[in-house]
Every structure is written in C-alpha cells, then in structure tokens.
C-alpha cells in the first residue's frame, strides 16, 4: 500500500496533506507534468475512497500524467457557483426531485447539494433606466418587481437545502464575487480530529468560471445539468486533456491594456485549435502581467476554446491576496502549502513538459476590438473602419452618412455605424482596476476638453463589485463618468449577457425605416449576432477606456490613431492621444485609493443583502409549494418523461439546418421575449402582458417557455427556409411554420427530429436551456461539424446524441439538402466511446450513406445515455442511495 499523506508543518499549524512529492519518488518524471495536472492528481489522491479507486488505479494515472496518455479519469471539485439564470433551473430540477422521492415514500430532506453551492444574483439585472443619478434604484427595483417569485424561490431554496447559499443582487457579478471574496487557493478541513489542507477548486454553470484560473485555481464552466450531477456527489468524468503552454515574452508597450492582450491571446488560440484543451500561461512575459490582467486573459478561455487558461500561483498571486484583504496566515499556507507541492512558480521554475508549446510576444500587441459579432475577430483599432466597411458588404465608405457633415453636427446623425449602445460592463474587464481607472482618468480629460458623447447614446456604468464603485468614488473620477452619462445602472451583467433594456424610441426609428447597420460597443467578453440588441447588427468589444473613446466619436467607422473624437470647449480638434492616461497616472491612483480595507468592509455582510431582500417570504420547508398558476416556476418535466427504448433512429427528420458558429444564445437566447414569438404568445394568452414578458433568462423556471423559446433568436438562419427567426420548414407538406409548431406537429406523427450543423455548434455560454429545449423538442440527434465542448457535454447528459460527421464530411460536401430522411444506424449493437456510426440520407433521388463520430467521450456518457439520460439515472441512483425508512 502507497502512502500518500503527509504532515506539513507551515510557519502557523499543523496540516495534513495529500502529498505529489511522495507520488513523484515513486514515479519517474511525474515532477515535469504541468500544473493543472498536478492539481488534477492531487484531487485523486484526495477523493480515491469516495470514487472508489485503488493505489493501482492512482499509479496508472500518474504513469498515464508522465506520459501524456490519453484516458478517462473522474474529477470532484471542491465547491460549485452557479448564477440566477443557470442556478434557478437546476435548484427547479433539486426541488422536483424531492418531490418525487416524496412520491416513491423516500424523506424528501435527503436530497441535498453533497459539496458547497454558492449562487450570486447577477444575470436578472435589465438597463431599464441609464443616464441618470436615480438609475440604480430605479433598475433594482424594476428587478425586484420583476423577480419577486424567483428571488423567494431562492431563499426558500437557501433555507431548505443544506450546503447551500445565495449572495442577493446588487451585491456584484459571480465571477468578480468569486474572485475577490469566495476563493481561497488553498481551502482546510478537519477531518477524524485532524487539520488537512487541499486546494481549492471549482466548477460554475457559467462558462466564464475560467476567470478564477487567473488566481492559480483550477475551475471551468460547466451546464446546468452537469452541475446538478456534481451537487448530488458524483464526479465529473473527462478524457484527460492535452495541456498547451503559452510563453509569454515581452513587455506590454504604453497604452496597450488587459483588454488588448485577452482579444489577441483569443483570436491567436482560436486560430490554433485548443478547443477542449487545458491552456497554462508561463514565462517571462507573465511576471509583467498583474494578477487582475491574468484574469481578464482567463475569463476569456471559452472565448479561445480552451477549457481552462491557468496562471500558476506566484509572489503576483501572494501579492494579491495581501492587496484583497487575505490575513497574513492565509497567504503565509498558501505560498508553503504551493511550494511543498511544487505548484509554486518562479523564474527558476522549469518548464513543464507540454503537448505542445505557443509563443505570444506581448511586445506585438497593439491596442485592439473584436468585432462586429466574434470575440475572435480582432482588429487594431486604427483598422475599426474598415473592419466594419468589410464586415457589411452593403455599406460603402461614401454611405456612412456621419463622413459627409460637418464635425459640428455628427453628434446629431445616427447612421450606418453609429453607436447606440456604450456599455462599461462585465466581470471580465470591471475586476481590473488598472482599466477601470484608465477609463476613469480618460473621462475626466475628456470632460476637461468639453467633450460629451452624443445624447441618444444609451450609456451605462455596471460595476463588477462594490469594490469598483468605491474606489472610483474616493479618487473622485466617478463624477466624470457621470457627467459623461455613464451613470452606475446596478452591479450585475446587464448588456454583458444582452439585458439592454430599450434604446432611444427616436433612434429605433430611424433604425429600422433607413435599414441602418449601427454599433454597439461594451467592455464584455461576447458579441455574437442578437446577443446585446436585436436592432443592434455591429457589436464590439473594447476595453472600458476605448468604450468611453468610441462613445465620444459616436461611431466604430473611425480611425482613432488619425481621426479626432471630437472639437474642444476651445475650438480645437482632440484626438485620442491627447485624453489617453499615462500608465504612472494609473498606478499613482491604485497605489493611492486601492486598499485591504476596502475588500474586507466590502464583503463583510455579502450575505446579507439589502431591506427589499430581507422583506422577501423567509419559508424552510421539505417541498417547495408549487404555485399551478405561476408563469415563473413550474415542476421539472425531465423525471417524469416515459422510459424510451435505446436503439436505432429511424425515418428522423431535419428540425432545422444550420451553418456555421451556431451559439448557445442563437439556441437558447437570455433577451426580452418577443410578443409576436411563440413564448410571447403563449405567456399573453396565460394572461402575462406585454410589460411583464420579461426576459428568456428570467423565465428559465418554467419549461413551457423556454421549450418554445428554443431556437427563438431573430437573427437564426435556418437553411430550410429563406428568412432569419424561428421559422423552419415541415416535411413532407413543405409548410413554413414556427419551429416549435413543427416539432410539435412531428412529435404528434411520431417522427423522430434531428438537427444539421456546421463548425463550432454550441459556442458560448455554458447553458444548459440549449441542450434541455433541444431535448423538448424531440430532437434525438444533433449532427455537426464540430462541437463546443460545454454544449457537447450538456447534449450528453441529458440524452441527445451528439454526432460529428467524420473524414472532413459536412452537409456541403455529402450533398445533403436538409429535406432527406434520416437512418442512424449501430446504435443497437454495443456503445462505446467515439464509435463510428452510420447515417442514411434518403431523398427522392436516392440513398448517401456517411459516417459520424458518437461523440459521447466517456464510459459515463455512455451508461448515462443507456439509462435514458441524467435526469433518470440520477432519479434511479437516488431510490437506490437514499434508502430511509418510508414516510
């Protein structure tokens, strides 16, 4: 028998470990495999009783980590976090499980998160109301109004289940909450009278967990429904990934921000594949690079594809855990605790033995945006205008209507490129104070020239944390945001996510009588197509200082390293340069108004909320008492769908057939619900008015609208009909019809649905509403190009079959028309993972026979799609666990 403990005796207490140095004397070149499978492998030492593993299981691993073989192996993080859009509808799915323990004669109080859930409320925040002082309180209590039902249903969940808490709204965003308060790197325990010390890892069900990777945790995005899987104690089950080094070199020039470096890593990533992949930052280059800039490049992993984009902990992270209020014992067991386990970098840390090795020179970066619909699609921002001319063939130069007036009335003119929406926005860009505070000093040298952006400008401030609002305030350039009319809207996701509330009436107007292209420009980190506005075509992301730059210019088809934003109080062209802070400026004010205390008064009673949180039914009880009449909440359909038989698919149809980089948003959209949709009609004719549809994200607790919902973005292009929305076409009538009209019509002849795609099918957000309405659907199959990992995983789990067609095939090649019935064949002989099916395509003209990938990558999918999907296995699992006495 292996002997994996060890105490560790820090400057502090006593602690015991699970010990890699021990593993490492017994396995050659264990010491070389990188960081994150380090971390990996310590889990396993961990967790080995609870997942059932032996000392030969561990040794086969860790020989597999030396050798980088490709294997299956089960991960069980620490803690999870989930926000309100995504967290609602998996505690909706915990609570109807209790029912129906209930039902089997089971106690219902067994059915509990097994590790700690923390929810942040941040993703039901709308831009109702912007540019004025009053517009925080008047936007959180239009969310209160709107949320009453889900916020109680919370805090009915926070008082009945065990392990489980909710941090209120108005409190910050679940990424910024998790960085700055809830993670701790190296987490303690006692265990049988003694201390034990592990770190900290995490799982989120938004895809943006990544960001904590930037603090040397390791933690990823995860669905809704792999989440509930984890809160009930299983394991996540992952191919064990190939890890891609990414050598940082050079030094960052003058002007160029986190923002610049996150948009060229991902559109660098992107263009080398590493979907799926664990991406580890290290060299030289990172010691230039803040702990808060290593988190702006982290958050936006899902963005380069990567799995995770991990920052080892080094003096950097020590520095800031010092900087965000940690005590001195904290950092003190961090670093010994880091060190002993030789997950500690330094310069003389050598360098780990990666798949492969990428090399970015910050030196090369240039001051950037992505856009108009891609993170991936960086552009210098001298290059803005005719990224914008290339991107909407339609417009040429001479038919942007702002170059042909005078400077003196541009402010005036909305045309073809102007900017509607100006947003400083999102934890990925709000938890860096180096940004906020460069935007804040180039406010206030704007207001200092006279500059103001135009008025019909919807201009929004939406703080990550408090911490934000606070330091702005106390070095006094809050002001200056203000009179610019970024006035603080609330803390939360607001346009980051697409709650941009409604824009000048006047401007929608002119908008849609003159067809214009106009422009978004935020601080997120995603600007796919319908995601911000629908009337919004052009969405780009910059950082906050470049936001508030563009907003001046009042348009993206502008050449800011040449072109002026504006005329002075004095009559005088002002060009960029001559408003843009220097980097002495900016530290100056960090060093000055950044402080431990103020992390520490911060967060001292994140918990408890404010008197409308307070106020709200405080009820503890086994069961939540379902309201029948509640447009918000309804019991989950997924326990009680019939048993189907595993087998072949036959005679399926083509629900719709869709292109390429098909996101989680163009399946399951988060915005304001349309009247005219089929969710808006449905809610109108259960007595909702039009002002009360609310928002696709704020609805996630009621199956009914969302299955309707599903595939509802108005910019979709479904290949089966001619124009954009939720339209597709039913065969073999050839009717054009609402999509969910279709699917129901097929489910009623019993005609089994699958879906065709392209690459990148499902990017995006970690949404689990985009595989469980899919499912809704009846759709059985989903054959693509390629698939983004969350979304792959959340088809897996809740029993669609995720297929990728194989040799390089696509629906192009093969021929295929979207009108051909479908056979799905091998399906009834053994499972196994990645097995190559065989598909028919039958049409008038004939047969074509290809082949797909079963893209169900581990044993555990497998046995989770025999057992009819996670919500049966993971009712089946209960009735044989919880085996209490009957009620």
């Not at 003058?254 to 991902?266: R, S």
């Not at 520095?319 to 997950?343: F, N, P, S």
């Not at 552009?379 to 803005?384: E, F, I, R, S, T």
Request: proline residues 5%.
């Amino acid at each position: 028998m292996y002997v994996y403990e060890k105490t560790l005796k820090t400057s502090d207490l006593t602690v015991e470990i699970y010990s890699l140095n021990c593993l490492e004397k017994l396995i050659s070149g264990l010491e070389d495999i990188p960081f994150t499978k380090k971390l990996l492998l310590e889990s396993l030492l961990r967790n080995k009783h609870r997942m059932k593993l032996t000392d030969r299981d561990i040794f086969e691993i860790a020989t597999g980590f030396s050798s980088n073989k490709k294997m299956e192996i089960p991960f069980l993080p620490s803690r999870i976090i989930m926000q309100d859009a995504s967290g609602l509808p998996a505690l909706v799915d915990l609570a109807s499980l209790r029912n129906e323990m209930e039902e089997m004669g089971f106690d219902p109080q067994n059915i509990n998160p097994q590790i700690p859930v923390d929810l942040i409320i941040d993703h039901s925040l709308q831009v109702d109301y912007s540019g004025a002082s009053d517009a925080f309180e008047k936007n959180l209590e239009m969310e209160y109004s709107r949320n009453e039902e889900r916020y109680t249903f919370l805090k009915w969940a926070q008082q009945s289940f065990e392990n489980f808490r909710v941090v209120p709204p108005a409190s910050g965003i679940i990424h910024q909450v998790n960085l700055e308060y809830l993670s701790s790197i190296v987490k303690t325990d006692e265990k049988d009278g003694q201390c034990y010390a592990f770190p900290d890892s995490v799982i989120g069900t938004d895809s943006h967990t990544t960001m904590i990777n930037g603090l040397g945790v390791l933690g990823w995005g995860v669905g809704g429904v792999e989440a509930e899987a984890v809160m009930m104690g299983n394991p996540i089950n992952l191919i064990v990934p190939e890890v891609i080094g990414v050598k940082l070199i050079g030094r960052v020039k003058e002007g160029v921000t986190a923002t610049d470096i996150a948009l060229t890593v991902t559109e660098h990533l992107r263009h080398k594949n590493v979907i799926g992949k664990f991406v580890e930052f290290y060299g030289p280059g990172m010691m230039d690079l803040s702990l808060p800039d290593r988190t702006t490049i982290a958050n936006m992993a899902p963005e380069y594809g990567a799995t995770v984009g991990y920052f080892p902990v080094d003096q950097e992270t020590l520095h800031y855990l010092k900087a965000t209020g940690k005590d001195e014992k904290t950092v003190r067991l961090v670093e010994e605790y880091t060190k002993e386990q030789g997950i500690f970098y330094s310069e003389d840390t050598k360098e780990p033995l990666y798949s492969e090795v990428l090399e970015i020179n910050l030196a090369d970066i240039e001051v950037s945006i992505s856009g108009p619909s891609r993170p991936q699609d960086r552009v210098d921002y001298k290059n803005a205008k005719k990224s914008f001319l290339n991107a909407f063939s339609e417009i040429s130069e001479g038919n942007i209507d702002r170059l042909n007036v005078p400077m003196s009335e541009k402010k005036n003119i909305v045309g073809h490129g102007s900017i509607v929406i100006a947003a400083i926005t999102s934890c990925t860009n709000t938890s860096n104070p180096f940004n906020m505070l460069t935007a804040g000093l180039l406010a206030r040298n704007a207001v200092k020239k006279g500059l103001a952006p135009s008025s019909y400008i919807q201009k929004s401030l939406a703080p990550g944390s408090k911490v934000v609002s606070q330091y702005l305030q106390q070095s006094g350039l809050l002001s200056y945001f203000e009179q610019l009319g970024f006035y603080n809207i609330g803390y939360g996701c607001a346009v980051c996510v697409g709650n941009s509330g409604t824009i000048n009436p006047l401007v929608e107007k002119e908008i849609t009588e003159n067809n214009l292209i106009v422009a978004s420009i935020l601080s997120g980190n995603r600007n796919f197509e319908g995601r911000i506005h629908p009337l919004v075509k052009a969405n780009y992301l910059a950082s906050p200082p470049l936001v508030l730059a563009y907003a001046l210019a009042g348009t993206v088809a502008i050449d800011l390293s040449k072109e002026p934003l504006g005329i002075s109080n004095k009559g005088e062209k002002v060009y960029l340069k001559d408003i843009w802070p220097t980097a002495d400026e900016v530290n100056e004010l960090i060093a000055n108004y950044i402080s431990p205390t103020l992390y520490k008064d911060t967060y001292e009673n994140v918990f408890a909320g404010d008197e409308r949180w307070k106020s709200l039914q405080d009820v503890k009880s086994p069961l939540y008492r379902w309201d029948s009449h509640s447009t918000y909440l309804k019991p989950s359909p997924f326990f009680k769908r019939s048993n189907e038989k595993i087998g072949n698919i036959k005679r399926a149809r083509a629900l719709v057939y869709l292109g390429n980089s098909i996101t989680t948003d163009h399946i399951s959209p988060v915005g304001v619900i349309d009247p005219d949709g089929s969710a808006g009609q449905f809610l109108l004719h259960q007595g909702v008015t039009n002002t009360e549809l609310n928002t696709y994200g704020s609805r996630r607790g009621n199956y009914e609208v969302l299955v309707r919902g599903t595939f509802a973005n108005p910019m979709i292009q479904n290949k089966l009909v001619k124009q954009r929305g939720s339209i597709t076409k039913h065969f073999p009538s050839n009717e054009v019809t609402s999509i969910y009209e279709a699917s129901v019509r097929y489910q009623k002849e019993q005609i089994p649905l699958v879906i065709l795609a392209g690459n990148q099918y499902g990017a995006g957000s970690a949404r689990d509403w985009a595989a469980k309405g899919t499912l809704l659907l009846g759709v059985k199959a989903v054959i693509a190009e390629q698939f983004e990992r969350i979304h792959r995983s959340n088809l897996a789990m809740v029993g669609v079959l995720p297929l990728q067609f194989s040799d390089e095939h696509n629906c192009e090649r093969l021929g295929l028309n979207g009108d051909e019935e479908f056979n799905i064949l091998d399906l009834e002989s053994e499972l196994y993972p990645n097995k190559l099916l065989r598909v028919q395509a039958i049409s008038s003209d004939g047969m074509k026979e290809f082949q797909v990938i079963l893209r169900l990558d581990t044993t555990a999918e497998i046995d989770n799609y025999l057992q009819g999907g996670l919500f049966k296995k993971m009712l089946q699992t209960t009735k044989r666990v919880f085996t209490t006495s009957p009620l």
